[in-house]
């Protein structure tokens, strides 16, 4: 049974910055996607950037330049470094795994006063 546990969330002020980890655990194929969304109140979930087993990444339009994704392979934690953060990054950030199987993470809260 494959888990994923997030950590990392919390309050920031505008232009702050945080860093969101996601350790998984269990038997992992080797081949996979790892990546993380959000979804805000009242909105749908969103892609916020997914990166592969081999290091290929994509970034939604809203956080290019700002966030950077990135993976241990050999301690199976993906991370999400979050720059120069606005009010509009607030929401819950989910941390998602897909290899034969999709997974999901419980979630993180990330919040951005202005």
């Known amino acids: 049974q494959v888990q994923l546990v997030e950590s990392g969330g919390g309050l920031v002020q505008a232009g702050g910055s945080l860093r969101l980890s996601c350790a998984a655990s269990?038997?992992?194929?080797?081949?996979?996607?790892m990546g993380w969304y959000r979804q805000a109140p009242g909105k749908q979930r969103e892609l916020v950037a997914v990166?592969?087993?081999?290091?290929?990444?994509t970034y939604a339009d809203s956080v290019k330049g700002r966030f950077t994704i990135s993976r241990d392979n050999a301690k199976k934690t993906l991370y999400l470094q979050m720059n120069s953060l606005k009010p509009d990054d607030t929401a819950v950030y989910f941390c998602?795994?897909?290899?034969?199987?999709?997974?999901w993470g419980q979630g993180t809260q990330v919040t951005v006063s202005s």
């Open positions: 990166i592969t087993s081999g290091g290929s990444t």
């Open positions: 998602n795994l897909r290899d034969r199987y999709t997974y």
């Open positions: 269990g038997s992992i194929f080797s081949i996979n996607v």
